[in-house]
């Protein structure tokens, strides 16, 4: 199975509304980080988290290495954050980064 | 500070045919990943370098895929003999020390094999 699942696939959001993007882990997981990719293919590092929580600016960032899961949240959607947003978590023991498949965000105007 | 930076942007090939993907990390990076991204599903890990240093190519199908980065900074991924099957975007990653440390993608190169 996956190890690292994401969920939703794909959400679709007016602008100025918020949303919660979150990633399980089936893994002994010890960091995570958020990427967003735009629509022309780049991949943006979003956050690096060891367990406990980051913000910046309209997002925040929690992990919980206990409950193997983190969420990414955004306040105050802007037609700019549409994309798809990764999490990828690195293992235990590995320095690999192990990725999810994506949420597709839509932010609609 | 630059970013990763790779070339070409795209590549479209008929099959059989070979092609070689560059890639410069951020300076003072020590660790190179190389990524391939299929449609519609996230990156996944095919070779990474510590230095010049072959880390972990367990995931490279190594009858027609090679990479190499001979003086640890720029790398190089070869496809031999291209397939169908090998239609994705291929990316590069860098980062310090190898793990604990943020991760820096190029902006890929999107290969089409015909």
């Known amino acids: 199975g996956d190890k690292v699942k994401q969920s939703p696939s794909a959400l679709s959001l007016q602008e100025g509304t918020n949303s919660a993007l979150r990633c399980n882990f089936s893994i002994a997981a010890t960091t995570v980080q958020w990427f967003l990719q735009n629509p022309r293919g780049s991949l943006m590092n979003l956050f690096y988290?060891?367990?406990g929580t980051k913000e910046n600016g309209r997002l925040k960032s929690a992990f919980d290495s206990k409950e193997s899961y983190s969420t990414l949240h955004i306040r105050d959607a802007q037609l700019e954050d549409s994309g798809t947003y990764f999490c990828a978590a690195e293992a235990f023991g590995s320095w690999q980064l192990i990725f999810g498949s994506g949420t597709q965000l839509t932010v609609m105007p | 500070e630059a970013g990763v930076t790779q070339s070409p942007r795209y590549a479209v090939l008929q099959e059989g045919q070979a092609v070689s993907f560059w890639c410069d990390p951020i300076?003072?990076?020590?660790?190179l990943y190389w990524y391939q991204q299929p449609r519609d599903q996230g990156p996944q890990l095919l070779v990474y370098f510590r230095d010049e240093a072959v880390i972990d190519n367990s995931q490279l199908p190594s009858d027609r895929f090679s990479a190499v980065r001979p003086k640890g900074t720029n790398s190089t991924l070869k496809i031999q003999s291209a397939k169908q099957g090998d239609t994705a975007t291929y990316l590069c990653a860098s980062s310090r020390t190898g793990g604990y440390e943020r991760l820096f993608f190029g902006h890929g190169t999107k290969l089409s094999v015909l």
């Open positions: 988290l060891v367990p």
């Open positions: 300076s003072g990076h020590d660790t």
